[in-house]
């Protein structure tokens, strides 16, 4: 595909893909739905028709194909000669521009509208290919309507422009829309406004599928594509909404999975909900007022921001980096011994340190896959049991995205700071009874109180899988003390007795020691989060409405 087409977000819709849509279709109107002459359909983004063709022969007359360039407008003619087919900018062009038969049957009331239309998917202000920034693609009339109807960024969207103007357009028309569009509409936090006041519809049937089927998308980054039949003259809201903390919608939105081959694999039912739903708004945030350095990963302080995040709140135990509400946020999560360099960061302190694992957990757990990419997170449908919160610390804790460690003499601001990890997992008085091969690693124990976590995870009754990581977890600190002598700790500023996970992993992996440890474990911890990921529905945290036959794995690649 042309840069130029790339940047407007064009994407001609894979064939394969088109003939389901229209199979969809028909079995919504059934046999003779389309060629009853009772219906008219406007695809106001034709392109090169790969929409339509499969539609059949014989209601080309009843078509209207609309389109930006005049090459398509030829293209269009040859191809469906008994359609009509004419230039339109369906986002800046006005009712004069329509031809007069179009404008006759839109003021027909017994004429019943079919919109199909897979719009461009361009952003504004969003990199383009090859760096080309795509700055002002969406600088149209309908996103200025909207600007003024205050709906915000949102209007950046051409998509969601064609949306604006099709719910205004129809909204007194009967009239079925079939939609090609990524699911942000109805899943994102900042679509919510849009959702309440425009696009209110009713669901009838839909699939989605890979936007690695579309040529010139990104090859690493794929998310998932919709086609959904609605009803928008039957206005019913798509948001959910809190009942006595129970999760209500009213409509289900299922999705059939179609596979790369438009095989259905499974379905999925899409969560719309509110934002003030969100797991991000549930754990609490405390104020954050002291300096401490901030950091730009488990053993480095960055000092080159121009926007510095430099504070913690009392009590700091770690910095949770969660932006974003998304799963694919996913890879934006960690735990660092001090606050995040960046914005999408929250102090950890004993007072949210349960939230903090939770939310931890849930962002790490599940496999972040182009059918739950966009997937929001939510708040507890419940009360969580003590065990569940537990089984999520002990994850967290040996996961490779637990960042904290612990750091002498780190200067900042021409201050001295000690960093002290928190979340190392066992006692002092443990520990001492170890071999250490170190002097200077046995010196520090002198003195030393438990970190929080030890503390915490001493009072806490752990099930199985969590006692098996705990219990093997030990093995492995045991000889990482017992061959402190052979492991580079310069090279991972390992100066006490309480180095971060981080710090003990890469210093046995660097040296080639304990390898065999580290696989169990590794394993070990996986089979928790399996056990933990089934919870995460049941208490809606995480959607649970995917259904598929062949179950690949759910874990995080980690």
Same mark, same amino acid.
């Given at each position: 595909?042309?840069?130029?087409?790339?940047?407007?977000?064009?994407?001609?819709?894979?064939?394969?893909?088109?003939?389901?849509?229209?199979?969809?279709?028909?079995?919504?109107?059934?046999?003779?739905?389309?060629?009853?002459?009772?219906?008219?359909?406007?695809?106001?983004?034709?392109?090169?028709?790969?929409?339509?063709?499969?539609?059949?022969?014989?209601?080309?007359?009843?078509?209207?194909?609309?389109?930006?360039?005049?090459?398509?407008?030829?293209?269009?003619?040859?191809?469906?000669?008994?359609?009509?087919?004419?230039?339109?900018?369906?986002?800046?062009?006005?009712?004069?521009?329509?031809?007069?038969?179009?404008?006759?049957?839109?003021?027909?009331?017994?004429?019943?509208?079919?919109?199909?239309?897979?719009?461009?998917?361009?952003?504004?202000?969003?990199?383009?290919?090859?760096?080309?920034?795509?700055?002002?693609?969406?600088?149209?009339? @309908?996103?200025?309507?909207?600007?003024?109807?205050?709906?915000?960024?949102?209007?950046?969207?051409?998509?969601?422009?064609?949306?604006?103007?099709?719910?205004?357009?129809?909204?007194?028309?009967?009239?079925?829309?079939?939609?090609?569009?990524?699911?942000?509409?109805?899943?994102?936090?900042?679509?919510?406004?849009?959702?309440?006041?425009?696009?209110?519809?009713?669901?009838?049937?839909?699939?989605?599928?890979?936007?690695?089927?579309?040529?010139?998308?990104?090859?690493?980054?794929?998310?998932?594509?919709?086609? @959904?039949?609605?009803?928008?003259?039957?206005?019913?809201?798509?948001?959910?909404?809190?009942?006595?903390?129970?999760?209500?919608?009213?409509?289900?939105?299922?999705?059939?999975?179609?596979?790369?081959?438009?095989?259905?694999?499974?379905?999925?039912?899409?969560?719309?909900?509110?934002?003030?739903?969100?797991?991000?708004?549930?754990?609490?945030?405390?104020?954050?007022?002291?300096?401490?350095?901030?950091?730009?990963?488990?053993?480095?302080?960055?000092?080159?921001?121009?926007?510095?995040?430099?504070?913690?709140?009392?009590?700091?135990?770690?910095?949770?980096?969660?932006?974003?509400?998304?799963?694919?946020?996913?890879?934006?999560?960690?735990?660092?011994?001090?606050?995040?360099?960046?914005?999408?960061?929250?102090?950890?302190?004993?007072?949210?340190?349960?939230?903090?694992?939770?939310?931890?957990?849930?962002?790490? @757990?599940?496999?972040?896959?182009?059918?739950?990419?966009?997937?929001?997170?939510?708040?507890?449908?419940?009360?969580?049991?003590?065990?569940?919160?537990?089984?999520?610390?002990?994850?967290?804790?040996?996961?490779?995205?637990?960042?904290?460690?612990?750091?002498?003499?780190?200067?900042?601001?021409?201050?001295?700071?000690?960093?002290?990890?928190?979340?190392?997992?066992?006692?002092?008085?443990?520990?001492?009874?170890?071999?250490?091969?170190?002097?200077? @690693?046995?010196?520090?124990?002198?003195?030393?109180?438990?970190?929080?976590?030890?503390?915490?995870?001493?009072?806490?009754?752990?099930?199985?899988?969590?006692?098996?990581?705990?219990?093997?977890?030990?093995?492995?600190?045991?000889?990482?003390?017992?061959?402190?002598?052979?492991?580079?700790?310069?090279?991972?500023?390992?100066?006490?007795?309480?180095?971060?996970?981080?710090?003990?992993?890469?210093?046995?992996?660097?040296?080639?020691?304990?390898?065999?440890?580290?696989?169990?474990?590794?394993?070990?911890?996986?089979?928790?989060?399996?056990?933990?990921?089934?919870?995460?529905?049941?208490?809606?945290?995480?959607?649970?409405?995917?259904?598929?036959?062949?179950?690949?794995?759910?874990?995080?690649?980690?």
């Amino acid at each position: 595909m042309d840069t130029t087409q790339t940047r407007r977000g064009v994407f001609p819709t894979p064939l394969p893909f088109a003939k389901k849509a229209c199979e969809y279709l028909d079995f919504l109107l059934g046999k003779h739905g389309l060629q009853s002459g009772q219906c008219r359909l406007w695809d106001m983004a034709a392109g090169t028709g790969n929409l339509e063709l499969e539609l059949p022969q014989n209601i080309q007359q009843f078509c209207y194909l609309s389109t930006l360039e005049h090459d398509d407008v030829k293209h269009l003619t040859q191809k469906f000669p008994n359609a009509t087919s004419f230039q339109y900018n369906y986002l800046e062009d006005d009712a004069d521009k329509i031809p007069q038969a179009l404008l006759n049957d839109l003021d027909n009331p017994k004429i019943k509208w079919i919109i199909l239309l897979n719009p461009p998917y361009a952003t504004a202000q969003e990199a383009g290919l090859q760096g080309k920034s795509k700055e002002g693609v969406a600088h149209t009339k @309908i996103r200025k309507q909207m600007h003024d109807d205050g709906l915000g960024e949102v209007s950046r969207e051409l998509y969601v422009q064609f949306l604006y103007r099709i719910m205004n357009d129809f909204k007194h028309r009967s009239t079925v829309l079939g939609l090609f569009a990524p699911l942000k509409y109805l899943v994102s936090a900042n679509y919510q406004r849009f959702r309440e006041r425009i696009f209110r519809a009713t669901f009838h049937s839909g699939f989605m599928f890979s936007s690695e089927n579309f040529g010139g998308t990104s090859k690493s980054k794929h998310f998932p594509v919709s086609f @959904i039949l609605w009803d928008i003259g039957q206005k019913i809201p798509t948001e959910s909404q809190s009942e006595d903390g129970r999760m209500v919608s009213e409509q289900a939105i299922c999705l059939d999975i179609l596979d790369n081959t438009t095989h259905k694999i499974g379905t999925k039912t899409i969560r719309s909900a509110t934002r003030n739903q969100f797991l991000s708004r549930w754990i609490q945030r405390p104020r954050a007022t002291q300096v401490f350095p901030p950091f730009g990963s488990a053993l480095t302080v960055k000092t080159g921001n121009v926007d510095t995040r430099n504070r913690i709140a009392d009590g700091f135990l770690a910095s949770l980096m969660c932006p974003g509400n998304e799963l694919q946020s996913q890879p934006q999560t960690a735990f660092l011994s001090g606050p995040q360099a960046s914005a999408g960061a929250l102090s950890v302190t004993p007072d949210n340190f349960e939230q903090a694992v939770v939310v931890f957990a849930a962002r790490r @757990i599940p496999k972040d896959t182009w059918f739950n990419h966009v997937d929001q997170l939510m708040m507890p449908n419940q009360e969580l049991p003590p065990q569940f919160i537990t089984d999520c610390a002990v994850w967290s804790l040996f996961d490779g995205k637990n960042q904290t460690a612990s750091l002498r003499n780190v200067m900042y601001q021409n201050c001295i700071y000690q960093v002290a990890n928190h979340f190392f997992p066992f006692s002092v008085s443990e520990i001492a009874a170890w071999p250490m091969s170190d002097d200077q @690693i046995a010196a520090s124990l002198c003195g030393a109180d438990d970190s929080f976590v030890a503390d915490w995870l001493c009072k806490r009754e752990l099930s199985e899988p969590s006692q098996n990581v705990l219990d093997c977890a030990r093995r492995v600190y045991r000889h990482y003390f017992a061959h402190l002598r052979v492991l580079r700790r310069l090279e991972f500023k390992i100066e006490r007795y309480d180095a971060g996970w981080y710090q003990i992993q890469r210093a046995l992996r660097d040296a080639e020691c304990g390898t065999d440890l580290l696989a169990e474990i590794r394993q070990r911890h996986d089979v928790l989060g399996e056990q933990i990921l089934p919870a995460l529905c049941a208490y809606g945290i995480t959607a649970d409405g995917i259904r598929l036959p062949f179950g690949p794995s759910q874990r995080a690649n980690r």
